[in-house]
């Protein structure tokens, strides 16, 4: 397993502990124990799709997400999974406070960054992409849709 696929597990693993927390108020957190998560990182991932599933939070647009992340996973090994190093275990728990925190996945375009880049103000892409400055600021923060993110983006090549 490589550095980036440590960190992903665990952002995925705090993207959906997020969405059980915010969608479940019977979620009890101390179900999940993010250092075995970080140990194992594929059987927390087991785990915490299991809970997503069973307490009904994986829409299409959370399949969507999670399979895009899942992309960047390449080595998927056989057998009894192996306790992670060190280095990893801390890779995946930046993951997790990442992914846990609402933060974009570092792959994930910098709108921000590519809007300046054409010199354009949030309200003036908004008029672009036919919706609300506050839509455009969710997107710059990495609490947009997906489905925003796409127009966003096109707007912007």
């Known amino acids: ?3 980036k696929e440590s ?3 665990g952002y995925i693993y705090g993207y959906l502990s997020a969405l ?4 479940a108020t019977e979620y ?5 124990k993010t250092q075995q998560g970080a140990m194992y990182p594929r059987r927390a991932f087991a ?3 299991t809970a997503a599933m069973d307490k009904g939070i994986i829409t299409q647009e959370v399949t969507r997400k999670l399979a895009a992340l899942i992309d960047n996973i390449n080595s998927i090994e056989e057998g009894p999974e192996p ?8 890779s995946w728990q930046m993951g ?9 996945y570092p792959d994930s375009p910098d709108v921000a960054v590519l809007r300046k880049a054409k010199g354009l103000t949030q309200k003036q ?3 672009m992409v036919g919706c609300d400055q506050a839509i455009i600021s969710r997107a710059e923060s990495g609490k947009g849709s997906e489905e925003w993110l796409k127009k966003i983006l096109a707007a912007l090549k």
């Not at 059980?20 to 969608?23: E, F, P, Q, S």
């Open 47 to 49: 785990q915490i799709h």
């Open 125 to 127: 892409l908004a008029e």
């Open 28 to 32: 009890d957190r101390s179900g999940f």
């Open 20 to 23: 059980l927390t915010a969608h």
């Open 83 to 90: 306790c992670q190093p060190l280095d990893m275990q801390g």
């Open 96 to 104: 997790y406070y990442h992914g846990n925190s609402g933060k974009p």
């Open 1 to 3: 397993m490589t550095q």
């Open 7 to 9: 960190y992903t597990y």
